[in-house]
């Protein structure tokens, strides 16, 4: 049994993690406590530099935050013969890599090495298939080796890439690189639906995370460059990290939708307007039209972050998680927009209002929903032609909603 956690951060140990009644606490160290000062944003938000300790009420959104969701956190559970809800106890398996810079394990053990992509384990195409298949009992690629964490509910495999190019496995504290996701079963033709609605997002000019679609055998999988890792040529690596704003805010993974008591578009931009570079809230308004015009309902409190840089800069981190969700009959919208729930019930006038509400002019709002919406017929054009295999239906559903939008 662990008794004490050591969160590490930039090569220091920040904080520790120990836990009263399965309740896990955290306590900013003498280290921490001497070289930020009081208030400063280190972790999270939520979790400003103190020297009183942090108790459970606050800790544990945040922990979970950097932990798999659904029937992945079962199947890790499972594999370390854990109790689902044993959130100390996940994050001490699994911490060695986690969304942002933390590093998470025993306090007792050695200080994590510097982060290289040089040490992971070469996998062969068969190998990475293999992995791809074991998903649903592996998340992630985790075992024994492979101790690392990540959000959300997809099946999805961490990979590093390697100095020469080539795939590794992200073994013994080695960071991953890339996310790779295989196409869900539940969402016919997803690996060429995100990457086609990411790709309209870089051609609209969007701060959003790489992607590039691969095959492995007869499969076709979505690979998206992490935007919290650094790589240099020889491989050394610099974690940044992140926060998404559920952490932010305090709130559990599970009530990230807006009805469920997740934050909103409105909370976010004000947290934005507070902490964060003053052009992070015109990139969330972007961010906001983009959803619309591709119809992804799906875009949470959690497919929202803010980049913590090491400089202390805050910003609205690159774009994530976007695909058309109302081809698979999804049309509700996980944070509303001018109290509007339905993807394909959203208007110009109603986007134009939502961002006015954040405190931009509406001459101002005007001007940014009618510019991404006159450019995004070409950017939908050269997106679809940058991506092979994308299924026509995708293609006349985002049309449709582009018509809508501009009608």
């Known amino acids: 049994?662990?008794?004490?956690?050591?969160?590490?951060?930039?090569?220091?140990?920040?904080?520790?993690?120990?836990?009263?009644?399965?309740?896990?606490?955290?306590?900013?160290?003498?280290?921490?406590?001497?070289?930020?000062?009081?208030?400063?944003?280190?972790?999270?938000?939520?979790?400003?530099?103190?020297?009183?300790?942090?108790?459970?009420?606050?800790?544990?959104?945040?922990l979970d935050g950097l932990l798999p969701e659904g029937q992945s956190r079962l199947a890790v559970a499972d594999e370390f013969d854990l109790p689902p809800r044993d959130t100390f106890g996940m994050i001490s398996a699994i911490g060695r890599d986690c969304a942002g810079a933390v590093v998470i394990q025993p306090a007792e053990d050695a200080a994590p090495p510097p982060p290289t992509t040089a040490s992971a384990e070469r996998l062969s195409n068969e190998e990475i298939e293999q992995l791809v298949r074991n998903l649903r009992t592996a998340p992630l690629g985790v075992d024994e080796r492979v101790r690392l964490s990540l959000g959300g509910v997809q099946e999805k495999l961490l990979l590093t890439k390697m100095p020469d190019g080539s795939w590794g496995r992200p073994v013994d504290g080695t960071p991953s690189t890339h996310i790779i996701k295989p196409e869900l079963a539940r969402f016919p033709g997803s690996v060429e639906n995100e990457a086609f609605c990411m790709r309209v997002a870089k051609r609209l000019g969007l701060n959003v995370a790489d992607v590039d679609v691969f095959s492995i055998g007869s499969r076709n999988l979505l690979a998206v460059r992490r935007f919290d890792r650094i790589v240099h040529a020889d491989g050394s690596l610099e974690r940044v990290h992140q926060e998404d704003f559920c952490q932010a805010f305090g709130i559990l993974p599970e009530n990230k939708y807006q009805e469920r008591g997740g934050p909103s578009l409105k909370r976010i931009a004000q947290a934005a307007t507070d902490v964060a570079a003053q052009e992070s809230v015109l990139e969330l308004a972007k961010a906001m039209v983009l959803n619309s015009l591709v119809a992804n309902g799906d875009a949470h409190g959690k497919n929202f972050s803010l980049l913590h840089e090491p400089s202390g800069t805050l910003r609205l981190a690159p774009l994530y998680d976007v695909l058309c969700t109302l081809h698979y009959g999804i049309d509700n919208l996980a944070m509303y927009i001018d109290n509007v729930h339905r993807v394909d019930s959203v208007t110009t006038a109603r986007l134009v209002n939502e961002i006015e509400s954040w405190g931009v002019s509406r001459s101002g709002a005007d001007a940014l929903v009618s510019d991404l919406l006159e450019r995004s017929g070409d950017a939908i054009a050269a997106a679809r032609d940058d991506t092979p295999g994308l299924p026509d239906e995708i293609f006349r559903a985002i049309e449709r909603q582009r018509g809508q939008l501009l009608s």
């Open 1 to 62: 049994m662990v008794d004490e956690l050591a969160v590490w951060l930039y090569g220091d140990c920040v904080a520790t993690i120990d836990q009263e009644r399965n309740r896990p606490r955290l306590t900013y160290t003498r280290t921490a406590l001497d070289r930020y000062e009081l208030g400063t944003p280190l972790l999270s938000l939520s979790l400003p530099v103190r020297p009183e300790r942090f108790s459970q009420g606050i800790v544990t959104p945040f």
